[in-house]
C-alpha cells in the first residue's frame, strides 16, 4: 500500500529565507505525488504534482519539489519565505484503484510553516 | 467555472443525535470523496464515488457512518449517532476520470466543520 510520512510536524523560518519542508514516500511501483497547501478556514489548494516527467518539478508562489526515486523522498521547497506562505501543507501519493480506474489519494499528516517576521 | 459545494459550513450538535452533509461535485465529474480531517491531522478518506457505485471504503465506520451519491451526482453523508471523535471537518472532492495523471488533480470544497458536545 502506498503511504506518506511527513517528517516535521512544525517548521519555522524566518521571512527571506529558505524553507525546506520534507516528505517520504513507501510504494511498490513508480508514484504520483502531490503537495497541496491549506490556508487558515480556507480550502486545500493544489501547489504541485509530479506524474514521472521531470523529476524537478515546479509549482505555484514559487514552491518546487524534487523527486529521488533512490532516497524515497519529494521534499518542498522555496527560495525565500514570504509571510503569505505561512500555512499547512500536505504531501500526497496517489494510489490506482484498478478495479475502477479511478485514483485513490493518500496525505500525509501535514506540516505546519510557520514565518517569522 | 463552480466548484464543489458543500453545506452547511458549521454544524454543531450534541452525542447521540444525528447529522448530514450534502456535497454537490463539480459538474462532468464522475469521482466524489469524502475525507475526515481531525484537527491537527491530515484528510483521511471514508468513502471515495465513482459515479453512484461505491469505490473504497474501507475506513468508513460504517456502524455509525453512511453515505450515498443515488444519481450519481451530489452526496450525502450522515452520522447517526455521532460521538465526541467524529468532531472534525468533513471535506468533500471530485476529480474527473481521465485515465491518467497528467490531467488528474483533486478539487476540494470548503468543507464542514462539525463539533459534537
Known amino acids: 500500500a502506498q503511504s506518506v510520512t511527513q517528517l516535521d510536524s512544525h517548521v519555522s523560518v524566518s521571512e527571506g529565507t529558505p524553507v525546506l519542508l520534507r516528505c517520504n514516500y513507501s510504494?511498490?511501483?513508480?508514484?504520483?505525488l502531490f503537495w497541496y497547501v491549506q490556508h487558515p478556514n480556507k480550502g486545500l489548494q493544489l501547489l504541485l504534482k509530479?506524474?514521472?516527467?521531470?523529476?524537478l518539478v515546479k509549482g505555484i508562489n514559487g514552491f518546487e519539489a524534487e523527486f529521488k526515486k533512490s532516497e524515497t523522498s519529494f521534499h518542498l521547497t522555496k527560495p525565500s519565505a514570504h509571510m503569505s506562505d505561512a500555512a499547512e501543507y500536505f504531501c500526497?501519493?496517489?494510489?490506482?484503484?484498478?478495479?475502477?480506474?479511478?485514483?485513490?489519494?493518500?496525505f500525509g499528516t501535514g506540516t505546519r510553516l510557520k514565518v517569522l517576521a | 467555472e463552480a466548484g464543489v459545494a458543500q453545506s452547511p459550513r458549521y454544524k454543531i450538535i450534541e452525542k447521540r443525535q444525528s447529522v448530514a452533509f450534502w456535497c454537490n461535485p463539480i459538474s462532468g465529474h464522475a469521482t466524489l470523496y469524502w475525507y475526515q480531517q481531525i484537527l491537527g491531522q491530515g484528510p483521511k478518506l471514508l468513502i471515495q464515488f465513482q459515479n453512484n457505485g461505491v469505490v473504497d471504503d474501507s475506513q468508513l465506520p460504517k456502524d455509525r457512518f453512511s453515505a450515498e451519491r443515488l444519481k450519481g451526482v451530489d452526496s450525502t453523508l450522515k452520522i447517526q449517532p455521532a460521538k465526541l471523535e467524529d468532531s472534525a471537518v468533513y471535506l468533500c472532492a471530485s476529480s474527473q476520470k481521465t485515465g491518467g495523471l497528467a490531467n488528474e488533480k483533486l478539487f476540494f470544497g470548503s468543507g464542514t466543520q462539525l463539533s459534537v458536545l
Open positions: 510504494s511498490s511501483y513508480s508514484p504520483s
Open positions: 500526497v501519493v496517489s494510489d490506482l484503484v484498478t478495479t475502477s480506474g479511478t485514483y485513490k489519494y493518500i
Open positions: 509530479y506524474t514521472s516527467a521531470a523529476t
